[in-house]
Structure formats: structure tokens, C-alpha cells
């Protein structure tokens, strides 16, 4: 099959200062990728899901990013000139931003250039204080900043003041940035890489207000062309884009050293545009890569690896081809939440524990992944995925699968089965779960293993079904009883997963709306704390209260099975970036049998 180059219409009739001039001649390289399920909000200040946040990335800016090829990870400066200045004490950061970035055009800027400056990082962070927002990123500066008690004053006012003015977050100068802690942070450079502090304009802000989510305008390479929400997009190339030249350490991997040879002093990013479809069924996901629609696919459905893989290998056909595989280890935790304020299945009270016990006990992870994931992922024994900050590869979960137990747990605390076998609560009155699930083949899938365990321990279990977007609106709103959910590293430490049951983030990232004191205390202690053996004991005992009042069934950490075409370069997985869109190109006048 002859390479795809297609022509690309430009969806405007003006660069910016600093834009590169376009070369009209030149045959337009776009990239085919997909989702696997429909993207949610793209406010860098309330998007969570991966969907999301593989979009946002390439449309907004933090100050900080990754290297591409540095391992273990590595930062360097984005929209700086430098990487930020930290006083000795570990409390002060100045950025010094560089002059001359624009957002991309937008009708709010009424026609006029719009330069980035420091103010849009103050305003940005301070969005993720706003209540309204429930923003999930809250915890990365709450009581971090220096005086930020008057912006979590506005939290109980149920008012918010974006004009407040702290002492630990101000524009010196147009360009200088400064940041105070009121203790040191060993994580907050990487916090200073993610999505969520990416800057936005507080004119875009305001023009859409609750539609902001829907107007994504940012300084990054790529920008929004066409869109049809919950089915495809496409991201053109900011033509706009500050001049930014591929430069990274790599190491004596031969793959790496290709990708330096090939991006070394090359401007970024490399194709013109990307072409993104929404694709939810596993099955049409594989055979839209092997009928060459998409230029990658991550995380081979374990159900479908056959069509690809062999005893763990590229099938001798593809590989024929000239197809690539890696397999790789996200830094990606999968597990099923029970809401902790919900009457039926949520509460402290040991029937109520012995309930959710029961429910992790009927859950068998190696029956899971030797049926369901083919193979493709570890059972998850805490919360920490293996590699990152804090994961300690020694500690094993003290719940396994047990029908008996799980049974025997339920007889004793008064959960009776009746004539037709389910079980009444307590008061016996009748026992009814509701999961949500997503309305597409792998919902299906899941809720059938579900259905499975709870008719192990005689729970009745029904099963609704709708838009990943959906379920995290009405999960943030505290109306999910249960649902499965994955988590994947925003920055590689334990207290980006362990947040999430911190009890002040409850109705953000904290779904399972879990609060416990004694926990809440283990994590405010173990943030102060670097990576070493006093916080991995921190981390054991927190370990422990999850499985205790299980909050959380912990399922998998997944082993992800990726392949490439032949003609896409340049292409690596990054443990805590989730796209590579920006250094990927095309292979001009690639041809495939």
C-alpha cells in the first residue's frame, strides 16, 4: 500500500510572531491514533481521564516536561528559559519564563496576538482552587502554597475570587513566576510537568465559562481543528509554535540512539496534523490497525492478542511486514471503587467493611488475568505500580481470592441468603448493588466476571451502563455506587496514587469518597518525606488500612502489549507522558505488501 501524505486545508489566514513560514509544496504528514474511549472535559484544571489528557498535553504548556528518552525519568524546561531556581531551603522556586509564546487564535482575544506571561500561570493554578471546579489536581498545591488559606477560604463561602493575591504564588515581572511552600516538596517539580498546571488565558475562561472544556486554546505544538465530540477529532499543527528544537541524553539502547540520530537538532513537532478517532470496541480497534487506519496501537486488548501475538512474539506475518512490538509497564494501577458514602455499601461499621470485604474476596486476579488479559498484567497487591516512588516489591496484598471466607464473613455479620439464594442486609431488608459499567464490549466483559463474583457470595448485582464521561460526572457528584477505574501516573511517586484516597480529596480524585483519620494522617506525614525507608514504612501502614476497610478492590497492574507500522519513526512509550505525537514522524514514500 502507497504511504498516506494527504493535503491539509490551514483553518485560519494568519501566523503569529514566531510562527514558521508553511511550505506549501511540501506534502502534509498526518498522524492516525486513537482512543479507546470517548475524551471528557479538556480544561487542563478538571481532566483526569487519560482520553483527556493525552489531548491536553498537546495543546496546553506546563513550565516544566519530560525528556523523551531519559530513563530513569527526566525534566527539563518548557516554556522557560531554564529549569526553575530553588532556594536552599527548599521552598522558593523562580521561573523565568521565555518571552514571545502566543496562544493559539482565539475569537476572545478579539483579533490581537496574545503572548504568554507569568500571570497565566498564577491565574491557571488558582483555578484549581475554585470550588465550582472540583478540580481532581487540588491536592498538588492545597496547604503547599504559601498563604493559600485565603483561596480555600473561598471553599466554604461557596465563592471564589480568582484576584486574590497570595504570597506564594505571584508574577514578579511579566515573565518571572514565583512560587513559596511553606515546607519542601520533593515532588513538586514534577507537578510543575503535568496537564493540570498548564497555562490557559483567563479571557478563554471567561468568554466560555462553563463551556471551557469544550474551547480548549493553549500554547502548545498542536491546536483543535475539526471536532465531533465522543467520535473524532483532529489536531493541526500550531503554526505559531515557539521554535523548538528535539534535544535528549540517550542511552546505549540502539532504538533510542535511531531516534537521537533522527530528531537530534530537529524542530518539533514533526507531522502536520492528527487524525483521531474514538474507537471503544477492542475488535475494531485491532483490525483498524491491521488494515492500517491507525499508525500505533497501545495496550493490545488482552481478549484479541491472539490476532497479533504468538507465545508472546509478533506473529511471523506482521512481523514480515515490518510491524513492531514492545511490551511495556505503565506506571498504571486497575481496580474496582465502592462509594464509602453510599447507604447500602458504603460506612466504617464492620458489617459494612465485612460487605466490601466479602466483594475483594470473591474478586480472583489470577483467574482475571489468565482469562481476561491473556496473560498481560500483574496482580496488583497495593496500590503502587511496580517503578514508581515508594512501590515495594516485597509487600503482598492480605486479602486473596476466598469464596469460603468471603461466604463465611457475609453468615456472620447478618447477611442471610433468602429462599431464592441472594442475600438480605442485616435488617432484612433486600440487598441490591448497582455497577456502572461502560456501554461497549469490554463493559460487557467486566460485568460478567462481576456478575460472576457476586453470584459466588450470593449478591445480587445489577449493571448500568453509559459514557466513560459520564460515570466520572455523576461519580464526582458521589451517584455511583461502584465502578472499575484504572489510575495512571501523572508524575512518578507513590503520592500520586495515594492521594486518591485521601480523605480531603473526596468528590475530585478521591471517588471512593474514602475518609479515614488514621490514613488521612499516614498520608499528610508521608508527603513531607523524600523516597526511603521511613516513608516506605508510611506507605506499608496505608497499605494496610486499604485493605482493611477496602475502599478499593485492587485488580492489576497491566503489561502493555504495543505495535507500530513500519513507516511511523521516532516512536517510544514514555512511563509518565502520554503521547509521543510530538516527536513521531512519518516515512516519506514507505510502502507496505
Known amino acids: 500500500m502507497n504511504f498516506r501524505f494527504h493535503s491539509l486545508a490551514l483553518f485560519f489566514l494568519f501566523c503569529l510572531p514566531g510562527a514558521a513560514p508553511a511550505d506549501a509544496a511540501a506534502p502534509k504528514k498526518i498522524l492516525h491514533v486513537l482512543l479507546t474511549s470517548p475524551e471528557a472535559s479538556l480544561d487542563p484544571a478538571l481532566a483526569s481521564d487519560v482520553q483527556s489528557l493525552s489531548i491536553n498535553e498537546n495543546i496546553f504548556d506546563p513550565p516544566l516536561r519530560y525528556d ?3 530513563r530513569p525519568v527526566k525534566l527539563q524546561a518548557n516554556t522557560l528559559r531554564a529549569m526553575p531556581e530553588v532556594s536552599a531551603d527548599g521552598k522558593t522556586y523562580l521561573l523565568h519564563l521565555q518571552p514571545g509564546i502566543f496562544f493559539t487564535p ?3 482575544f ?6 504568554l506571561i507569568a500571570e497565566d500561570y498564577v491565574y491557571s493554578i488558582k483555578r484549581l482552587y475554585d470550588p465550582a471546579i472540583k478540580s481532581p489536581w487540588l491536592f498538588m498545591f492545597e496547604g503547599k502554597l504559601l498563604g493559600d488559606d485565603k483561596l480555600l477560604l473561598a471553599d466554604k463561602a461557596k465563592k471564589f475570587n480568582p484576584d ?10 511579566r515573565y518571572t513566576l514565583r512560587l513559596q511552600l511553606k515546607a519542601p516538596d520533593n515532588n513538586f517539580l514534577f507537578q510543575l510537568a503535568t496537564p493540570a498546571v498548564a497555562a490557559v488565558a483567563r479571557e478563554v475562561v471567561d468568554n466560555y465559562a462553563d463551556q471551557i472544556g469544550s474551547h480548549p486554546v493553549g500554547t502548545g505544538p498542536f491546536m483543535m481543528g475539526q471536532w465531533q465530540r465522543n467520535f473524532k477529532m483532529q489536531l493541526l499543527a500550531n503554526p505559531a509554535y515557539r521554535k523548538v528544537i528535539f534535544s535528549s541524553v540517550a542511552g546505549g539502547d540502539a532504538a533510542d540512539l535511531a531516534i537521537v540520530k533522527n530528531l537530534q537538532g530537529k524542530r518539533l513537532p514533526r507531522v502536520d496534523s492528527i487524525e483521531i478517532k474514538v474507537i471503544e470496541e477492542q475488535q475494531s480497534r485491532v483490525l483498524g490497525f491491521l488494515n492500517q487506519e491507525f499508525d ?3 495496550q493490545l486488548p488482552p481478549p484479541l492478542a491472539d490476532m497479533v ?9 506482521l512481523a514480515s511486514k515490518g510491524i513492531q512490538f514492545a511490551l511495556f509497564s505503565p506506571l498504571q494501577t486497575y481496580y474496582m471503587w465502592m462509594n464509602m458514602d453510599d447507604p447500602l455499601i458504603g460506612g466504617y461499621t464492620p458489617e459494612k467493611i465485612a460487605l466490601r470485604r466479602a466483594i475483594a474476596l470473591s474478586y480472583d486476579s489470577k483467574e482475571d488475568i489468565r482469562l481476561m488479559e491473556k496473560g498481560l498484567a500483574l496482580p496488583a497487591q497495593s496500590v503502587l505500580p511496580p517503578n514508581v516512588l515508594g512501590y515495594d516489591p516485597r509487600y503482598r496484598s492480605p486479602l486473596s481470592h476466598d469464596l469460603k471466607l468471603a461466604n463465611a464473613l457475609l453468615d456472620k455479620f447478618g447477611y442471610q441468603r433468602g429462599q431464592d439464594g441472594y442475600r438480605h442486609l442485616p435488617d432484612g431488608q433486600p440487598l441490591s448493588l448497582t455497577m456502572h459499567s461502560l456501554a461497549a464490549t469490554t463493559g460487557r466483559l467486566r460485568d460478567e466476571v462481576w456478575h460472576k463474583n457476586m453470584e459466588a457470595i450470593g449478591v445480587r448485582i445489577r449493571f448500568k451502563t453509559d459514557k466513560h464521561s459520564e460515570i466520572i460526572k455523576a461519580a ?6 461502584m465502578t472499575e477505574a484504572n489510575w495512571i501516573a501523572d508524575f512518578p511517586d507513590g503520592e500520586n496514587f495515594y492521594q486518591l484516597l485521601y480523605g480531603p480529596n473526596s468528590g475530585r480524585a478521591n471517588y471512593a469518597r474514602f475518609n479515614l483519620p488514621a490514613f488521612n494522617t499516614l498520608y499528610e506525614q508521608s508527603r513531607s518525606l523524600s523516597d526511603s525507608p521511613q516513608r516506605q514504612r508510611l506507605y506499608h501502614d496505608m497499605a494496610q488500612l486499604v485493605h482493611g476497610y477496602t475502599p478499593w478492590v485492587l485488580r492489576i497492574h497491566p503489561l502493555s502489549a504495543d505495535i507500530w507500522q513500519p ?7 514514555h512511563p509518565v507522558d502520554f503521547t509521543s505525537w510530538r516527536y513521531v514522524d512519518l516515512e516519506k514514500n514507505s510502502t507496505v505488501d
Do not use: M, S
Open 164 to 173: 486574590q493575591t497570595i504570597a506564594g504564588l505571584q508574577a514578579l515581572d
Open 296 to 298: 500505533y496501537l497501545e
Open 567 to 573: 513507516w511511523l519513526k521516532n516512536y517510544k512509550r
Open 309 to 317: 501475538l504468538r507465545d508472546g512474539k509478533l506473529r511471523p506475518e
Open 106 to 108: 482565539d475569537a476572545a
Open 68 to 70: 523523551y528518552l531519559a
Open 110 to 115: 478579539k483579533g490581537q496576538a496574545r503572548e
Open 476 to 481: 464526582r457528584l458521589g451517584k455511583v455506587q
